[in-house]
């Protein structure tokens, strides 16, 4: 079964701090992982796309990871901000006949930043 | 910056009733997809829709749901005989390229529904 996994599962860190934020999937046959950043009670804002051949991709203080060996991708979030707050999810997506779009979401890293 | 717009913010209904979600896509997007989220869980997949007809669809989307774009503009969602756990946020999206092929999905605020 296609699965998505994240952790933890919530975090919490000061201000300024780093943080990194995994991703474990089964998804097979793979296109591509995107993180997403979803505010409470708003709608998930994309941070990056990344596909099987990538393996870094930068957006901002945020940069993802990519190890498609392993299945596992990472969110690592530099100098944080109290606007970091919210859930970030991963979205990994099948690739599947015809050129059709089948996400698999996780169910979030919930990430508090205090000041 | 365009956006994806979505009525009514939140709906509440009878256990029962027919409920329709509208959605308005970005103007040039080609691809459209609806995805709801229970409270406290996951983001869930429920259709996607291009050239005017359902090109894939999740297992929770049976013959209650239905998904229409009556006009040039809008894409709606429609639940017939809602049921107590259809009560869920409702996240309408569109991207102008084929996620598959790297393209964005761009989400609207969501439709909260609450059905009593």
């Known amino acids: 079964k296609n699965q998505v996994e994240q952790s933890p599962q919530s975090l919490i860190i000061l201000e300024g701090k780093n943080c990194t934020l995994q991703?474990?999937?089964?998804?097979?046959?793979?296109?591509?992982l995107r993180w997403y950043k979803q505010d409470t009670g708003r709608g998930p804002v994309s941070l990056t796309i990344?596909?099987?051949?990538?393996n870094t991709k930068s957006n901002g203080r945020y940069t993802a990871t990519l190890d498609a060996d392993t299945k596992q991708s990472s969110l690592h979030i530099t100098a944080s901000q109290l606007s970091d707050s919210a859930s970030y999810i991963c979205?990994?997506?099948?690739?599947?006949?015809?050129?059709?779009?089948?996400?698999?979401f996780g169910r979030g890293t919930s990430l508090i930043v205090h000041p | 910056e365009p956006e994806v717009t979505q009525t009514p913010s939140h709906q509440v209904t009878q256990m029962g009733q027919e409920v329709i979600l509208r959605c308005v896509p970005i103007?040039?997007?080609?691809?459209f997809y609806w995805y709801r989220q229970i409270l406290g869980q996951k983001v869930e997949f429920l259709v996607s829709?291009?050239?005017?007809?359902?090109?894939?669809k999740s297992e929770i989307f049976d013959d209650q749901f239905s998904v229409e774009r009556p006009d040039g503009s809008n894409f709606t969602l429609k639940i017939r005989s809602t049921k107590l756990e259809d009560s869920a946020m409702y996240f309408c999206?569109?991207?102008?390229?084929?996620?598959?092929?790297?393209?964005?999905?761009?989400f609207g605020e969501g439709s909260r529904l609450t059905v009593l």
């Open positions: 103007s040039n997007h080609l691809y």
């Open positions: 991703c474990n999937y089964t998804v097979s046959p793979f296109s591509n």
């Open positions: 999206a569109s991207s102008e390229v084929n996620p598959t092929a790297g393209g964005e999905l761009f």
């Open positions: 829709f291009y050239n005017n007809e359902i090109s894939e």
């Open positions: 990344m596909t099987f051949s990538e």
């Open positions: 979205v990994v997506s099948l690739h599947a006949s015809g050129g059709s779009y089948i996400p698999t």
